[in-house]
């Protein structure tokens, strides 16, 4: 398996790090940095000095082992070594934007590669970390989480297709992939307990983030409901975008646990963000009771307009406030 790493990360890494430690007290690694920067300045002209201050960066970034920290993570997972054969590691800005992921997407020349190894047999994998990360002692803990779903993509059994649609809209499509990864991050950590390994988080912390995407469904309730997915043993990958999808998929997991209750399943659940079934758009301003709350003849009048629709479906705010608007009209006329 070869490892490459971008070399704006491997100077950023070694960078940062320098000025981390001298402003912590240690000069160690300043002097020795200085020790073998100091003679290219000396002994080379300018225009020659970037390639060789790149070799030392390279140098400094695998002889203070940050290359290693990698290296060592794949060392958990023999059998992925042997189906990868390049693994792409690049810098990143923010932490939303950290990542591991079958190399496919990221360019030409990595494209290319990935290719000539997927004629080979094997998979390229892109990381994308931020340059802090390479001195944080969670990052071994980090690229565990994140390998394990490298080693669910390659599975056979977990059915994983990259190119799956989700959602209407790219306000539903968001929605659905964010809820899509708690629920998969939520299995990676179960696992990774269950195999005596330090998660990225605990399941009480899982829980309270899988509870900010689902706060509809009552406090008791969703304890149920994720006691149920945690106890699941096996996910797929439509199963989760499924789950993600359908919140009734969701509440259908709860089980028996004490001090919880089982949800009681209704037709449609109107979560905040889900597209309105009249105007398409998401909306976190549903108007439900339509029923007791909204005249007969606006209710017939959305009936025409969307041949279908029930309004236990509910609505936006905005489009049933201009179907009462229309329907006057119409009735008025």
Not at 170 to 183: D, K, M
Not at 202 to 231: C, D, H, N
Request: aromatic content about 12%.
């Amino acid at each position: 398996m070869e490892l490459r790493f971008q070399p704006a990360l491997i100077q950023e890494v070694v960078d940062a790090f320098l000025e981390k430690t001298e402003r912590e007290g240690d000069p160690t690694f300043y002097k020795e940095f200085h020790e073998l920067a100091d003679p290219i300045y000396e002994n080379f002209p300018l225009d020659d000095r970037e390639p060789e201050f790149q070799k030392l960066y390279q140098y400094l970034f695998g002889h203070w082992g940050f290359a290693d920290i990698i290296d060592q993570a794949f060392n958990e997972f023999p059998d992925l070594r042997e189906r990868i054969g390049i693994v792409l590691v690049r810098g990143v800005l923010k932490e939303d934007q950290e990542s591991v992921d079958i190399l496919r997407k990221w360019g030409t020349v990595e494209e290319d590669l990935a290719k000539t190894f997927e004629a080979k047999g094997q998979k390229g994998v892109g990381i994308k970390l931020l340059p802090r990360r390479f001195y944080d002692p969670a990052l071994a803990r980090f690229c565990r989480h994140e390998l394990i779903h490298i080693k669910d993509m390659l599975d056979p059994a977990f059915l994983y297709d990259p190119d799956i649609k989700v959602g209407n809209t790219p306000g539903e499509e968001s929605l659905i992939l964010a809820r899509f990864r708690v629920l998969w991050c939520l299995w990676i950590d179960n696992r990774l307990g269950r195999w005596g390994k330090e998660p990225v988080f605990s399941k009480e912390q899982r829980f309270r983030e899988f509870s900010t995407w689902y706060r509809k469904i009552p406090g008791k309730q969703l304890v149920a409901v994720f006691e149920g997915l945690w106890a699941t043993e096996f996910f797929t990958h439509p199963e989760l975008i499924e789950l993600a999808t359908d919140t009734l998929k969701v509440i259908d997991r709860a089980i028996e646990v004490e001090g919880a209750e089982i949800p009681e399943r209704k037709k449609v659940m109107l979560m905040p963000g889900f597209p309105c079934p009249l105007c398409g758009f998401p909306t976190y301003n549903w108007v439900e009771n339509l029923e007791q709350d909204v005249e007969p003849e606006v209710l017939d009048f959305i009936r025409d307009n969307h041949p279908g629709w029930d309004p236990e479906y509910g609505g936006c705010d905005r489009c049933i406030e201009v179907y009462k608007l229309r329907a006057a009209g119409v009735h008025g006329d």
